[in-house]
Structure formats: C-alpha cells, structure tokens
C-alpha cells in the first residue's frame, strides 16, 4: 500500500513540476541538460535522464523518446551476471525533431538538424542535416531548406496577430495539396 501510495504521490508532483513551472524546468530538475529557448513537450527522459544532453533552441515535439540504455542485454547473462549497456545522447543547438521519433542510445544529433516526425534515430546525424524514415537517413539539406522557407512561407511580421488564432491561422493557410502518390 505504501508503494502504491509513493508511486502516486511522484506522479502528481511530476504534474505538478510540469504544470506549474515547465516542462524545460522539469527536464533540467531529474538532470538533463539544457540550453536556453528550448520548446520540450515530451516529459518522459527514461531512466538515465543525466546521459541527454540538449543544446539552444531545440524543439523535442510530443511522443519522441530518448533512449539511453539497451535493455535486451538482460537476455545476455552468464557466471559474471547480467550485462548492461548504457551510452549517451546528445542533441545539438538549431535542432527540430518531430512528433513520433525515437533516438537510440549513442547518438549525436549535431547543430542545424532537422528529424522528420516518426524518425528512428540509430546513427549519429552531422549538422545541416534533414533526416527522416525509419531507420533514418539524410534525406535533405538545412540551408536549403531555410532558403525555400525564408522564399516561400509566412513570416512573423505578415501575420495579424490582433485576430483570434483560427481566424489568423486561415488567413495565411495555403490551399494548395501535395502532389499524388505514383504508383
């Protein structure tokens, strides 16, 4: 009962931390590192939070998980016991990483990167980098992807932000699809 009781008791302090101060505060309270204007909406750092390490302006979406140990070592055992394997993340500054993502343990994520949503990160991705698919693989470059934004889509300045959300946001949405599937 006692655990029970314990178990519940972290778990609305967690809510708590995360509700009342941030998620960025949460993160940085359990000894992950972190830079400065960073956007987390995921708050589960597993059970080696002090092996992540994330730089400057870096936006973790929801649903991504950060792995830091391998657990299928527990299948590996002999005289000398269970064999265990943890290693560090570290993400770099100018970083985007989608919803749905999952960075394995040992991975470096370098500075200017973006990972498309539902990527899975099992290699080290080096900077100016769009990676995506699973397992992740360059699939673009980020200066010209800044350019083709910078050229194409809204700024800050051309938005009215005196309307309500949804009314600016269809102001300014595209009505333009992506072209078909070929088969």
Partial sequence: MIAILKKAFGFVNRLLIIN?????????????????????YISDFGSEPFLITIGDHVTIA??????????????????DG???????????????IGMNCIIMPGVKISDNVIVGAGAVV??????????????????????N???????????????????????????VASSDFKPFLSP
């Fill in 82 to 96: 269970r064999r265990y394997t943890y290693q560090k993340v570290e993400i770099g500054s100018n970083v985007f």
């Fill in 20 to 40: 009342l101060k941030g998620r960025v505060y949460y993160a940085r309270k359990i000894g992950v590192k972190v830079g400065k204007n960073c956007r987390l």
């Fill in 122 to 143: 099992t290699k080290s991705v080096p900077s100016g980098k769009i990676v995506g698919g699973n397992p992740a693989r360059i699939i673009g470059d980020f200066e």
């Fill in 62 to 79: 929801d649903n991504t998980r950060i792995i830091t140990h391998d657990g299928s070592n527990w299948l590996i055992r002999d005289e």
């Fill in 145 to 171: 992807y800044k350019k083709r934004s910078l050229e194409n889509y809204v700024s800050e300045k051309e938005m009215n932000r005196s309307l309500p959300y949804k009314e600016m946001v269809l102001a």
